[in-house]
């Protein structure tokens, strides 16, 4: 039997009520800390990604574990800003 890892993330999406933001997807990646021993997730981390993405982004992070907290960070030309 496998040791579980420390952490374990989870991917909820949540509703856009915005027509204009029709080609794009948002929710948050909840992190479970197995460490803590609770039901409720100890992190989050929100997403606004375009709709195409987001298949590949569930199968990356949704039901993964880690004994890592990741880091993810995502730089825009200030001129897009």
Request: hydrophobic content about 35%; charged content about 40%; glycine content about 2%.
């Amino acid at each position: 039997m496998s040791k579980k890892k420390r952490y374990f993330f989870s991917v909820t999406e949540e509703m856009i009520m915005n027509e204009k933001a029709e080609k794009f997807c948002a929710g948050r990646i909840e992190v479970y800390d197995n460490a803590k021993k609770t039901e409720y997730a100890s992190y989050e981390a929100r997403f606004f990604i375009p709709r195409e993405f987001m298949e590949d982004f569930r199968e990356m992070w949704d039901s993964k574990e880690s004994d890592e907290m990741p880091y993810i960070r995502w730089d825009y030309p200030k001129e897009k800003l």
